[in-house]
């Protein structure tokens, strides 16, 4: 996996106007003579020697609400990882996990304790075994760190019960924030008691500012979602 720094470096060079338009005119060549498997080989493959390009996405939205109230200041100091980033990291300077580096639910190769903070935005929901993730995203994060999590609220993104997701079909759980409802949604909080039993919960809320969309059959704008901060504590 290549450092951060590099990385970082190779990102800025990927944003050159002249790099990008001679990118997409390979990519369009590509994507016209390439099978689809192959084609996400090598989007893979770009990802992880140049970076992804920035993007604003659910943790853009969730900025200035979370500048006014302090959660930078408070949850995100020091050596951080953003896991399931997509473009668009939660802080500069701090590693970020996604596709092209491995399973979200292993982290392999990242070893124990070494993140102050660790943040995950609209990713939980795509793991087969959540559970295990949080065990794994628990695993690397130090003592006195932070877990925050983030995922769309069932009610305000999904605006139904069941699967399959109306916006996203890799989803395999749906999410509320204090209870199970079977088959397919997941409590937030009773999925964290289980999976993390010595964690505190520092604040577990659901986040709708700017939302104003109540019609299932359109998608919702503003902030949809669940957002917990969990602290490990020293054993």
């Not at 951080?80 to 990291?89: E, H, N, P």
């Amino acid at each position: 996996m290549p450092d951060q720094k590099g990385s970082e470096s190779r990102t800025s060079l990927f944003q050159r106007p002249v790099f990008r338009s001679l990118y997409a005119g390979l990519k369009a060549v590509l994507k016209k003579f390439l099978p689809e498997k192959v084609q996400e080989f090598l989007l893979l493959k770009q990802y992880a020697w140049f970076g992804r390009p920035v993007t604003h996405r659910e943790t853009f939205k969730a900025r200035e609400r979370r500048q006014r109230e302090g959660f930078f200041t408070k949850y995100c100091q020091g050596h951080g990882l953003d896991i399931g980033y997509g473009g668009d990291k939660i802080m500069p300077g701090c590693k970020t996990w996604d596709t092209e580096n491995g399973d979200a639910t292993f982290l392999k190769g990242l070893k124990n304790e070494r993140f102050d903070f660790v943040y995950s935005s609209h990713t939980l929901e795509h793991l087969v075994d959540p559970d295990l993730g949080l065990r794994n995203w628990w695993r690397v994060l130090k003592p006195e760190g932070f877990l925050i999590l983030y995922v769309p609220h069932r009610d305000l993104y999904e605006k139904r019960a069941t699967l399959p997701s109306r916006w996203n079909d890799d989803h395999k759980h749906f999410f509320l924030l204090d209870r199970d409802e079977r088959p397919d949604t997941l409590g937030l909080l009773p999925l964290i008691y289980h999976a993390l039993p010595l964690g505190k919960i520092i604040y577990a809320r659901e986040c709708r500012e700017g939302h104003s969309i109540t019609d299932p059959t359109i998608h919702s704008d503003g902030e949809y979602s669940i957002e917990v901060v969990i602290q490990k504590i020293r054993g």
